[in-house]
């Protein structure tokens, strides 16, 4: 005869209560380190990224699709680091592995992320990105809550930047999907960043309000309508010669930015269609970069950043700058070409180029930020964007009197 246990109302109450606390625990348990990566320029460390999730994975793919709460930790190494550069770096990697809508979509998200950052960083700051369920997309910089995104997905448009096709750099994307095998030194050095009492202190003055400042007589109606600039429907996705024409972005995946490149490179009246007719040819596909040339490495005391200043940014010339950045790079890759003798040798690897333009596209100054370790491809990267020179000009839509952007490459041979 079977005996069956049977438990009164109280009992089955506490067991209740006991179950919703191990699933309220669970929900805000801290996320795991899933990787970690340094970025550097020119040679030098600028930050030291953290990859956090609820469930450790190599899978790019799985992490975006992990609905647990997730964490973006950047902690400064450099001596400074330009609000202005790091806003860069998320424009232009979200304008590179972003499908076309989402850019739109989240537009007035990124301004209000970019504007959250009012000067420059320091070395020991640390930046907390936390994607909490239901909640949003909480942005805080050395404890400071500096405001919540509620846009639901902004975080992984943001985490795009770093895990998608199109990192920061060629090792960037791999050393943050390590699945929680960190090194050691590496841990102890980003465990080691902290910052002081007084950049505390400093970074709480980012949350006061400013005074207005005053303004002249407020425009007519017709005036404000005549000086708005429409946002563009469609944002751009980043082509260039390809082989085989890579599948459109979708708004869960975006585009892989650039296949292969043609052997030889057009001249720089030729700008028609690439041959497609190469199968096997060797591909250069872009690694986003962050900083601009002129901004790259700012240890420099008399550096002013406070004396130039952007114009603000705003939706519509996020868009605009976005798209420009983006027929930039079309424009660029035309000139690109694999050196046979790199490919005789096997010779892959990835080179970075910041570009300052003027208003009418021609180029003020080229600093190539990230070389790979074989001179011909170092020497292919400069090459190119002195033959793409002059670039198309900047629309009357962005303000200023030039442009910076980077050029992303990565050459790679066929499997």
């Given at each position: 005869?079977?005996?069956?246990?049977t438990?009164?109302?109280?009992?089955?109450?506490?067991?209740?209560?006991t179950?919703?606390?191990l699933?309220?625990?669970?929900?805000?348990a801290?996320?795991?380190?899933?990787?970690?990566?340094?970025?550097?320029?020119l040679?030098?460390?600028?930050f030291?990224?953290?990859?956090?999730?609820?469930?450790?994975?190599?899978?790019?793919?799985?992490?975006?699709?992990?609905?647990?709460?997730?964490?973006?930790?950047?902690?400064?190494?450099?001596?400074?680091?330009?609000?202005?550069?790091?806003?860069?770096?998320?424009i232009e990697g979200?304008?590179?592995?972003?499908?076309?809508?989402q850019?739109?979509?989240?537009?007035?998200?990124?301004v209000?992320?970019?504007?959250?950052?009012?000067?420059?960083l320091?070395?020991?700051?640390i930046?907390?990105?936390?994607?909490?369920?239901?909640?949003?997309?909480?942005v805080?910089?050395?404890?400071?809550?500096l405001?919540?995104?509620?846009?639901?997905?902004?975080?992984?448009?943001?985490?795009?930047?770093?895990?998608?096709?199109?990192?920061?750099?060629?090792?960037?994307?791999?050393?943050?999907?390590?699945?929680?095998?960190?090194?050691?030194?590496?841990?102890?050095?980003?465990?080691?960043?902290?910052?002081?009492?007084?950049?505390?202190?400093?970074?709480?003055?980012?949350?006061?309000?400013?005074?207005?400042?005053?303004?002249?007589?407020?425009?007519?109606?017709?005036?404000?309508?005549?000086?708005t600039?429409?946002?563009?429907i469609?944002?751009?996705?980043?082509a260039?010669?390809?082989?085989?024409?890579?599948?459109a972005?979708?708004e869960?995946?975006?585009?892989?930015a650039?296949?292969?490149?043609?052997?030889?490179?057009?001249?720089?009246?030729?700008?028609?269609?690439?041959?497609t007719?190469?199968?096997?040819?060797p591909?250069?596909?872009?690694?986003?970069?962050a900083?601009?040339?002129?901004?790259?490495?700012?240890?420099?005391?008399?550096?002013?950043?406070?004396e130039?200043?952007?114009?603000?940014?705003?939706?519509?010339?996020?868009?605009?700058?976005?798209?420009?950045?983006?027929?930039?790079l079309?424009?660029?890759?035309?000139?690109?070409?694999?050196?046979?003798?790199?490919?005789?040798r096997g010779?892959?690897?990835?080179?970075?180029?910041?570009?300052?333009?003027?208003?009418?596209?021609?180029?003020?100054?080229?600093?190539?930020?990230?070389?790979?370790?074989?001179?011909?491809?170092?020497?292919?990267?400069t090459?190119a964007?002195?033959k793409?020179?002059?670039?198309?000009?900047?629309?009357?839509?962005?303000?200023?009197?030039?442009?910076?952007?980077?050029?992303p490459?990565?050459?790679?041979?066929?499997k």
């Amino acid at each position: 005869m079977r005996k069956y246990l049977t438990f009164s109302g109280p009992y089955l109450q506490t067991l209740a209560i006991t179950a919703l606390l191990l699933v309220n625990t669970a929900a805000k348990a801290e996320p795991l380190l899933n990787g970690l990566a340094p970025h550097l320029e020119l040679g030098q460390e600028r930050f030291i990224a953290g990859l956090y999730v609820e469930s450790l994975s190599e899978d790019a793919a799985s992490i975006m699709g992990d609905a647990g709460h997730k964490r973006m930790a950047l902690h400064v190494t450099a001596k400074r680091l330009s609000h202005r550069s790091l806003r860069r770096m998320w424009i232009e990697g979200m304008a590179i592995n972003t499908p076309s809508g989402q850019l739109t979509k989240y537009a007035k998200d990124t301004v209000t992320f970019a504007g959250l950052f009012k000067s420059k960083l320091t070395k020991g700051d640390i930046i907390l990105i936390d994607s909490q369920p239901g909640e949003g997309t909480a942005v805080s910089v050395n404890g400071v809550e500096l405001g919540t995104l509620h846009t639901d997905g902004f975080f992984n448009v943001l985490l795009r930047t770093w895990i998608g096709s199109v990192p920061l750099s060629s090792d960037f994307r791999s050393q943050l999907l390590q699945n929680g095998q960190i090194d050691e030194s590496l841990l102890a050095k980003f465990e080691s960043i902290a910052p002081s009492t007084e950049r505390i202190a400093a970074i709480s003055e980012w949350t006061k309000p400013k005074p207005k400042p005053k303004t002249q007589a407020a425009l007519a109606p017709e005036a404000i309508a005549s000086t708005t600039i429409s946002a563009p429907i469609i944002a751009p996705t980043v082509a260039a010669p390809i082989v085989s024409a890579p599948e459109a972005a979708t708004e869960t995946e975006p585009s892989q930015a650039l296949a292969a490149a043609p052997e030889t490179s057009p001249g720089n009246a030729d700008t028609s269609e690439p041959n497609t007719s190469k199968a096997d040819a060797p591909t250069l596909e872009p690694t986003l970069a962050a900083t601009p040339a002129a901004e790259a490495i700012e240890d420099d005391e008399s550096y002013d950043e406070e004396e130039s200043e952007e114009p603000e940014l705003t939706a519509e010339s996020l868009i605009a700058r976005q798209m420009y950045h983006s027929s930039l790079l079309r424009w660029a890759y035309q000139y690109l070409s694999y050196p046979k003798r790199s490919v005789q040798r096997g010779q892959e690897g990835s080179v970075r180029v910041s570009v300052t333009i003027d208003r009418s596209g021609k180029i003020k100054s080229q600093r190539t930020i990230e070389e790979s370790k074989h001179s011909l491809l170092n020497r292919e990267a400069t090459k190119a964007v002195k033959k793409a020179g002059p670039f198309p000009v900047i629309p009357t839509a962005i303000s200023g009197e030039e442009f910076s952007f980077t050029l992303p490459i990565v050459f790679r041979l066929p499997k």
